[in-house]
């Protein structure tokens, strides 16, 4: 099994994240889900996979997600998944499918436990937040 990316390449976590997929050695299959759009079956899968809720996966920034009234607690699961089918950006990412199980990447460092193997580092985020230090371990924080 491939590791799968549903990206954004507008996303700076969505870059970060699949730079260090790539860095380890994998050729993942990018879904570049704003072109793409999603299935209802399709976000239903990836959710109950990655242990998300509708709300748990919603993009509350940088989306329409205040404008369409979709912040408010009340807004039902169904409401969200037909939101995000009509605006697939509302959608938080990346998500990502690997042998090792299915996560929302946020922050980057996620998808490092779905990686058979680390990057051989340094490697920094595009922000130059460590990622992996000289000796191929994760950084560490602060």
Same mark, same amino acid.
């Given at each position: 099994?491939?590791?799968?990316?549903?990206h954004? &390449?507008?996303?700076?976590t969505?870059?970060n994240?699949?730079?260090?997929i790539?860095a /380890?050695?994998?050729?993942p299959i990018?879904?570049?889900?704003?072109q793409?759009?999603?299935?209802r &079956?399709q976000?239903?899968?990836?959710?109950?996979?990655?242990?998300?809720?509708? =709300?748990?996966?919603? =993009?509350?920034?940088? /989306?329409?997600a205040?404008?369409?009234?979709?912040?408010?607690? /009340?807004?039902?699961?169904e409401?969200?998944?037909?939101? $995000?089918?009509?605006?697939?950006?509302?959608?938080?990412?990346p998500?990502v499918? /690997?042998?090792r199980?299915v996560r929302?990447?946020? #922050?980057s460092e996620?998808v490092?436990?779905?990686?058979?193997?680390l &990057? #051989?580092? #340094? $490697?920094v985020?595009e922000?130059?937040? #460590?990622?992996?230090?000289?000796?191929?371990c994760?950084?560490k924080?602060g």
């Amino acid at each position: 099994m491939s590791i799968v990316i549903h990206h954004n &390449p507008d996303c700076g976590t969505s870059r970060n994240v699949l730079a260090l997929i790539e860095a /380890s050695g994998e050729t993942p299959i990018v879904i570049d889900y704003l072109q793409t759009g999603w299935t209802r &079956p399709q976000l239903l899968a990836l959710f109950a996979a990655a242990d998300l809720t509708p =709300r748990s996966a919603l =993009r509350t920034t940088k /989306s329409p997600a205040e404008e369409l009234g979709l912040l408010d607690p /009340s807004v039902g699961d169904e409401t969200l998944l037909a939101a $995000m089918l009509e605006h697939p950006v509302l959608v938080n990412r990346p998500i990502v499918c /690997s042998p090792r199980g299915v996560r929302l990447c946020r #922050p980057s460092e996620a998808v490092l436990g779905l990686l058979d193997r680390l &990057p #051989p580092g #340094p $490697m920094v985020k595009e922000d130059d937040t #460590p990622l992996i230090d000289d000796k191929g371990c994760r950084a560490k924080e602060g």
